[in-house]
Every structure is written in structure tokens, then in C-alpha cells.
């Protein structure tokens, strides 16, 4: 029996990891988080059983104590709660999926602890990578990443010398606007950037997929997973999602990763590692396949890309800016208080004004990450 902890059980990624554990009955939930959907955690708490559940703020933790009165599970709130619960003693693995840079301290918290991460927090590897790997070496735990892309390279890896890896080919979609210029792009509604051609995810990541942002999240992502540079990170973009990424070698060989396009594949590949279980559900069809196609990121169009390769070029504090940046600009996009062109706009310009600092401290991350809200509150 393998026991696990989920953080941001409620969102799309902790949903199909609770599906992935319902299909398997040698899983079992110690510990759930989530923000504010108490009504999901209560169905939650009531299939799985954890003893500990935690939740963002303590007027939901007294709201959910109500709820389930009747179960053997204590609840508790904020970021305390969210340590406890990424630190759980019965748990083995702790799924970091929450949204943003509070899955810093939680993954730290859980490495210090002896878990083992399957990590699908960006936000984590993107603004504190340089503090995550050399912590995670130290505390000899393993960073399993739960997203497709990287999940398809880490597949790729196994089994191979990484000192003779090449080069990453890191595959995207294109996202719903692939092929559209600027002009076409300066009224696009909430509505229209929320409709993924291949993916179910949520909000704020189906936004990023639709500017490339997202892309340029996971080469940051990519560096420290890999150690690799960004320059030999390329991204490529394969819009039927069949390709999920590929390693090219010193010998000139590629080997890629192939499958439909469902996260519940990378996600029980994470829980499981090594070893592979069976998955229902479609197959890839070689014969009605026919082809498949590549091109280049259209960095001009959606300069958001070229933004990322700046950052992590720079390194230090400025993918912090950039992160940050980005998600308070989704935000301000999703109540439609900016434009979809504002986005990348946005993040360019915090990145201009930021004075870098080498090597963060997780203080400092937290500390350029509020200045980067505060400065976009004030001019936008």
C-alpha cells in the first residue's frame, strides 16, 4: 500500500490524481489540501478517508469542521495548515498541485521531511529551482515531475547517461490561437482563450497555453529537472499533442514519448515509478494517425516565449518576475481588466524595472514576487 498527500486536491490536477487512486486500490490518501472548495473536499474526505485536511483560511476550516463532524479527520487552515499536511508522517509521496509560489515552502517542507515530490507546482522549480534540486540531493528524496512534457523527458531519460543528453525537444500545442498574428489577437475574449484543442485544464494554465507562456514555464522547469541550459532547450511546436517531448543525444538520436493526451498517464507513472500499471482509456491509432506535423514557436506573435528565454537566461530573481508577473496578469485578463496583448506586455515591463538579485533566498522570492504585485496594482 502506498500512501500519499495531495496538495490542491480540489483543481485539476489533484481531481485526476484522486481518479487515479480510485482506479487503484493500493493507493491510499493520507492527507488532503485545498484553497476554498470545501464542498469537493468534503466528497473528498468522505471516498478517501485522510486523517488530516487542510484548507486557505480558517472561516472555510470552521465551515468544513461542520461539514464533517461525523469522520475521524482533523482540519486545519493557512499556510500551517498546508506545511502539516505536506509533512504528514504516514505519507510516503506528497502530489504538490497547487497553483503558484505557496507551493515553495510545502515542497521544501515535504523534501525535509523524507517525501519523495511528484511535482506539478511550476511556480516550484521556475523562481526556487536553485534552492529544490541541491535540497532534494541532499535529503535524498526523488522529484517526480507529474507534467506531460516533463514526464515524457523523464521517460526518455531512463536508462541513459544524462551527461550524453544533447539537447531537449520540448513539444507544445500551439494553443487555441497557433497561426494567429497580433492584429488578430487584440479582442480576444476570456471565452475564446479558454478553449484548449487538445488538453482539460484549468483556468489559469489554459491561459498560459494560449500565449505560450506556459511553454516557457516548463523550459524554466526543464533547466533544473535536467540540468541543462536553456540554450539547449528547444522548444516545437506538434499540435495534435501526440509527441509530448523528446531527448536528442550526443549521437544524434531522439527518442521521444508518444501518447494521447491525458494526464492521468503521467500522473500514475509519477505515483508509481518505476514501475508502470495499466491505464483505461484510448489508445493512440497509427493507422488513422497519418501524420504528424512540426513547426516552429512564433515568438513574434506571442512574445511571451522569448520573455521566458530572457528570464532564465538572466537567471537569479528575474524568472520570479516573470512568473509573478504572468499571474497576476492572467488574473487581471480572467476578470477582464486587460486585454489578452497585456499579458506578455505586462510581464516585459516588470521584468524591464526589476533590479536582479543572484541566488534568492525563499524570503527574497516571496519578497520580488509581492513587489511584482504591487507594482502591476498600481499601473494597471
Not at 124 to 136: D, F, Q, R, Y
Not at 179 to 192: A, S, Y
Request: aromatic share 6%.
Amino acid at each position: 500500500m502506498k500512501k500519499i498527500a495531495i496538495l490542491g486536491s480540489t483543481g485539476s490536477i489533484g481531481t485526476q490524481t484522486l481518479e487515479v487512486a480510485r482506479a487503484n486500490q493500493d493507493l491510499e490518501i493520507t492527507a488532503l489540501a485545498a484553497a476554498s472548495n470545501v464542498k469537493l473536499l468534503e466528497k473528498q474526505i468522505r471516498e478517501f478517508h485522510p486523517s488530516l485536511a487542510a484548507v486557505w483560511t480558517e472561516e472555510k476550516a470552521k465551515e468544513l469542521k461542520t461539514m464533517v463532524a461525523d469522520l475521524d479527520v482533523r482540519i486545519v487552515a493557512g499556510m500551517e495548515g498546508l506545511l502539516e499536511v505536506a509533512r504528514h508522517p504516514e505519507a510516503e509521496l506528497v502530489v504538490t498541485a497547487v497553483v503558484g509560489m505557496i507551493g515553495i515552502r510545502p515542497t521544501i517542507e515535504a523534501m525535509k521531511a523524507g517525501k519523495d515530490i511528484a511535482l506539478a507546482n511550476k511556480e516550484t522549480l521556475v523562481t526556487a529551482g536553485h534552492i529544490i534540486m541541491p535540497l532534494a540531493e541532499e535529503c535524498g528524496v526523488k522529484i517526480l515531475p507529474v507534467d506531460s512534457e516533463h514526464s515524457a523527458i523523464f521517460q526518455c531519460l531512463n536508462g541513459e547517461n544524462r551527461r550524453q543528453l544533447h539537447k531537449i525537444w520540448l513539444t507544445a500545442s500551439g494553443g487555441p490561437f497557433r497561426g494567429r498574428k497580433k492584429e488578430e489577437l487584440k479582442n480576444v475574449q476570456v471565452e475564446d482563450a479558454l478553449k484548449h484543442p487538445n488538453w482539460s485544464m484549468g483556468r489559469k494554465i489554459t491561459i498560459d497555453s494560449a500565449t505560450l507562456v506556459n511553454k516557457g514555464l516548463e523550459m524554466m522547469e526543464a533547466r533544473w529537472l535536467f540540468g541543462v541550459e536553456p540554450k539547449d532547450i528547444q522548444i516545437v511546436v506538434q499540435p495534435k499533442s501526440i509527441i509530448h517531448s523528446m531527448a536528442e543525444f550526443v549521437d544524434g538520436a531522439v527518442i521521444a514519448q508518444l501518447g494521447t493526451p491525458d494526464m492521468r498517464l503521467p500522473i500514475q507513472y509519477a505515483l508509481y515509478y518505476p514501475d508502470r500499471r495499466y491505464l483505461p482509456g484510448d489508445r493512440l491509432d497509427f493507422w488513422s494517425l497519418n501524420q504528424i506535423t512540426f513547426e516552429k514557436p512564433d515568438t513574434e506573435n506571442f512574445p511571451g516565449l522569448r520573455l521566458a528565454f530572457d528570464a532564465a537566461s538572466a537567471g537569479g530573481s528575474l524568472p520570479t518576475v516573470y512568473n509573478a508577473a504572468n499571474e497576476r496578469a492572467v488574473a487581471l485578463f480572467l476578470d477582464r481588466r486587460i486585454g489578452f496583448l497585456d499579458i506578455p506586455e505586462i510581464i516585459g515591463n516588470c521584468m524591464e524595472t526589476h533590479r536582479v538579485i543572484d541566488a534568492p533566498t525563499v524570503e527574497q522570492i516571496l519578497e520580488t514576487e509581492a513587489a511584482v504585485y504591487e507594482m502591476i496594482e498600481s499601473r494597471w
